[in-house]
């Protein structure tokens, strides 16, 4: 999240609807909402513009007291309370039709220990109970109260004229500063479950920022991560685990499956993470060929490579990786550790390269290098960007229908 930008933080319980007014103030299907608590586990940040005025909203996870058997719950907890803290002004988003809970006064006591300014916002006005309940949360001390319907869009466009109020005028010039991430290079970080995407963005934004577990399926949402590296400044892509359509489980995982092919359509080059003492493996290629069929540049990152005990076996794996790629053997492999940042410097070297080849088409030498010597830094890789492949149905292993037709089919 920018802190050069008026930054508004949704708080509440879980399933009060903050995902489904998320995406009606954001004006896309920008989170993931289904009938479910707890869908929502990352920050989820998105700009808003309003008569003029800009700021970035983020939608947070549900907050709960307490731990219980979910390792995840202190995570999401502390992931709000991030939130709260960076934010310039809360909306603290209630469910009139459930009234007033002990747990809607707990995070209002929070909220005020915090000294943040607050708009308490009542949801679910649409059905009678849902406005019969609004007066209830006066017991919280508040003058006022927003009555709002998130599914039907009831009372939003007061609720975004409460916080463009509040917003400090600011020049064009602060607006446009503010809205850092409107340029920058876009990366996708991709790949299978549990294979360290996460891990590897939290080490390159210097603090959890995205909830990692060692629990597949962790992410759901896709997460934009703005990063600084030697000066440049990139936004990262933290993405949820692509499993083989068999393999995956209700329709929480297919959307976020969905939300990781989106992913690799709106950004400029994409990091292809894989296990590498693990090697590359089938699900690994069709990932690849995701990113392919987009005409994305990509690097693969082999990672967990403290896994390799020895130089020998880093060697023998990495051109095994190399060679498992075939039709898209110029890709470098970076051998990389996402929970110490080994390997990152050599992973940035190939993006910078990767980018210029974008903006400048790639160069006449299409000679792939393997990429056994980048984890001592010695030799440099080469990467074609743009080299024509072939087409799907001729790809050795390789089904031709597109994993988004597959999981668009009843």
Known sequence: MSRGEFTVALVGRPNVGKSTLFNRMVRKRRAITFDQPGITRDLVAEPVEHDGRHFLLVDTGGYMTGGGDDDLLPKIRGQVLRAVYESDLVVFLVDSRDGL?????????????????????????????????????????????????AEHGTGVSELLEAIVERIPARTAEEEAAGRTDVDLPRIAVVGRPNVGKSTLVNTLAGFERVIASEVPGTTRDAIDVMVERDGRKYLLIDTAGIRAKRKTEGAVEIFSVMKSLDSIKRCDLAILLIDGPGGLTHQDRQVLRYILDEERAVVVAANKADGWTTEEARRKGLRAIVEGLEYASFAPVIPTVATSGNGFLQLFRKIEEASAKVRTGPPQDDQADLGLDVWAGTLPLHIVVGQPTPSPDLRPGIPAPSYLEEFRRP
């Not at 006005?125 to 309940?133: C, L, N, W, Y």
């Open 101 to 149: 809970l002990p747990l809607d006064k707990e995070i209002a006591g929070m909220l005020r220990e915090r000294g943040k300014p607050v708009l308490l916002a009542a949801n679910k006005v649409d059905a009678k109970e849902g406005r019969e309940g609004v007066s209830q949360f006066h017991a919280l001390s508040v003058d006022t109260i927003l009555p709002v319907s």
